[in-house]
C-alpha cells in the first residue's frame, strides 16, 4: 500500500488549501482514511478521519475541516478554510486495515510522506 500526498504549501492566516492523498495497492473503499499533523517539536497528532459514513474531527479543527472521500479516484481530500497559524505542520494521511473510523494513531497501519503546510500571519 502506497499513499501520496500533495497540496501543502505556504498561505495567510484566514486562507484555505486543499489536500489530496491518493493510495494504491489495495481496494481503497474498504478502509478508513485519515489525516493527521505533525507541528515542530510536537507529536503526530489526529485530525480527521472518515469511513463509509462516519467522519470524526479534532475539536480544534471542526467546523473548518472537511474530509472527504472519492472511491472511485482512491484519493482522500482535506479542505483547509479558516486556517490559523497554529495550523502549520507536517500533514500525514493515513490508512487503516478496518474501516472503523478511530482517532488513535497507532491504529493507522499505513502512512504517507506528510506534505507541509504553513500558514502565516
Known amino acids: 500500500v502506497q499513499l501520496q500526498a500533495s497540496g501543502g504549501g505556504l498561505v495567510q492566516a484566514g486562507g484555505s488549501l486543499r489536500l489530496s492523498c491518493a493510495a494504491t495497492?489495495?481496494?481503497?473503499?474498504?478502509?478508513?482514511m485519515g489525516w493527521f499533523r505533525q507541528a515542530a517539536g510536537k507529536e503526530r497528532e489526529f485530525v480527521a478521519a472518515i469511513g463509509w459514513t462516519t467522519i470524526s474531527y479534532a475539536d480544534s479543527v471542526k467546523g473548518r475541516f472537511t474530509i472527504s472521500r472519492d472511491d472511485a479516484k482512491d484519493t482522500v481530500y482535506l479542505q483547509m478554510n479558516g486556517l490559523k497559524p497554529e495550523d502549520t505542520a507536517v500533514y500525514y494521511c493515513?490508512?487503516?486495515?478496518?474501516?472503523?473510523?478511530?482517532?488513535?494513531?497507532?491504529?493507522?497501519?499505513?502512512w504517507g510522506q506528510g506534505t507541509l503546510v504553513t500558514v502565516s500571519s
Open positions: 495497492g489495495r481496494t481503497f473503499s474498504r478502509y478508513a
Open positions: 493515513a490508512s487503516r486495515s478496518s474501516i472503523v473510523v478511530v482517532t488513535t494513531l497507532n491504529d493507522y497501519d499505513y
